[in-house]
């Protein structure tokens, strides 16, 4: 209805807009009223429109109907307008006045459509968009936008039933195809659904974004080898589709192919040279390849490029603590939990650089963050309680191992470390009994208390009990 920017439009028409404004403006400033034909004063009103001036819109509308009091259209006009406005009662009191005049125009139901739906009036606005799909010529545009009306409504099996239906009108609409496969994860029918994505290359083969989207659910179903070929033919058809080098970087990647992976990041760094995740996944490839070197220069460009990217700034905090410069990896770990306080991990690492660097209570302040973020974390508990234990905490390694245990009682590591530390305190009978427990959970671990305390190797119940459920392994 409204024409949102110049890109359509030729250097004769621009200028038509531009004289028609000018004039516009002239007569406003001369309070002289002027005749303009419908389609100068259309224009007058996209103009205003596309620089969100919308008073000025619907004054150039109202003007209109002045003129061409027959020309009903500029009532939809002023609707749409008083919608962008925030004025919802006006513009349904100017629909229902123009549905009185002719109720078959597709545009009166997709304006009232799009207001209930702003209200979040699901129902109204399926309802609308139905009927706005019975007068026109064209639904394949009002299909999107009742598909994500119902995905709102959290209708989902219609929102893909719509997606579907505009997908198959021959759109090359990369993210609707994004969405329809979100929507088939979010239902459990994606394995169920290939055939879609197949048949829309089978009808048109040249679709890049039917080729790309077909590579992502096979991504998606781990059937990595048919998603790089997918990959590869969208590539082959449009050679500068970001999004197809980037998915092919993140299957290479999944492959452990990590040079291909850089090549593929590197082939859409020349079309999105700005990209500041694609220069973190080049480093992430690097690092894999023990190149710390090149790992850091790209996680470093990815940080100059977006400064709050916290992944970025913990990934050289790894890559310094792999490298043993925990005095440099301190200040990059620092800043990642600074810019993602809710990310465990994070803490996690901060913790451990905390520790080597022998700062006692500021990695008990980062482990216990690491606790209460995400208590499940099958790490924590016994990395914690081991920290406690090696600086003469014995208690306080008790107590956390045993939270351990009680959180993740499936564990068998922490009923090991649960046996070293009770032994190193004197509490032989409770160690021995914890120490049964991790054997009968996982016999193959029972090893980490000669890690622990390697005298126990000669402690006889601990023998005892490894070759009574040594036995039961056979």
Not at 115 to 140: H, R, S, V, W
Not at 286 to 297: G, H, P, V
Request: glycine residues 4%; charged residues 25%; proline residues 3%.
């Amino acid at each position: 209805m409204f024409e949102d920017d110049d890109a359509s439009m030729g250097e004769e028409q621009l200028d038509d807009k531009k004289d028609a404004l000018q004039k516009y403006e002239d007569m406003i400033k001369s309070r002289v009223d002027l005749f303009f034909d419908v389609d100068a004063l259309g224009l007058i009103i996209d103009a205003y429109f596309e620089n969100n001036k919308y008073q000025q819109a619907l004054d150039a509308c109202n003007y209109a109907l002045k003129l061409h009091p027959s020309q009903h259209e500029f009532i939809l006009r002023q609707a749409g307008l008083l919608n962008k406005m925030g004025n919802d009662k006006g513009a349904f009191d100017t629909l229902l006045a123009y549905e009185k005049i002719n109720p078959h125009n597709a545009d009166l139901y997709l304006i009232r459509a799009n207001i209930y739906l702003a209200q979040n009036e699901f129902t109204n606005a399926i309802d609308n968009y139905l009927l706005a799909i019975k007068f026109t010529d064209d639904p394949a545009p009002i299909y999107h936008d009742l598909a994500f009306a119902y995905a709102d409504s959290s209708d989902f099996n219609s929102a893909i039933k719509y997606i579907k239906m505009f997908l198959q009108s021959g759109w090359q609409d990369t993210l609707a195809y994004d969405q329809l496969i979100n929507w088939l994860v979010i239902t459990g029918r994606l394995e169920s659904e290939t055939s879609f994505f197949q048949n829309q290359i089978d009808n048109d083969p040249y679709n890049d974004a039917a080729w790309l989207a077909f590579g992502m659910v096979s991504k998606e179903l781990k059937m990595y080898e048919k998603a790089l070929h997918a990959f590869e033919y969208c590539l082959l058809i449009a050679n500068d589709n970001i999004q197809g080098y980037l998915e092919q970087g993140d299957v290479y990647f999944i492959l452990e192919q990590y040079e291909a992976a850089i090549k593929s990041y590197e082939n859409s760094l020349t079309y999105f040279p700005g990209n500041a995740v694609t220069y973190y996944n080049i480093g992430e490839c690097y690092e894999r390849l023990n190149d710390f070197t090149k790992a850091r220069e790209h996680y470093t460009r990815a940080i100059r490029l977006y400064p709050d990217l916290a992944a970025a700034w913990y990934s050289i905090g790894m890559v310094l603590s792999y490298q043993e410069k925990a005095y440099e990896a301190i200040h990059y770990l620092k800043k990642s939990v600074e810019l993602e306080p809710g990310n465990a991990e994070f803490w996690f690492a901060l913790a451990d650089c905390e520790s080597t660097l022998g700062h006692f209570n500021e990695a008990i302040a980062c482990y216990e963050n690491v606790i209460d973020l995400e208590p499940d974390n099958e790490d924590i508990y016994a990395e914690y309680a081991l920290f406690l234990f090696e600086h003469n905490q014995i208690k306080d390694a008790i107590e956390t191992i045993q939270m351990g245990i009680k959180t993740l009682p499936q564990n068998a590591e922490h009923y090991y470390y649960a046996a070293c530390f009770l032994y190193s305190d004197g509490k032989l009978q409770m160690a021995y009994e914890e120490f049964e427990q991790g054997l009968i959970k996982n016999f193959n671990d029972h090893k980490i208390i000669f890690e622990v305390l390697p005298p126990l190797q000669n402690d006889y119940r601990i023998i005892e009990l490894i070759s009574r459920y040594s036995d039961n392994q056979i």
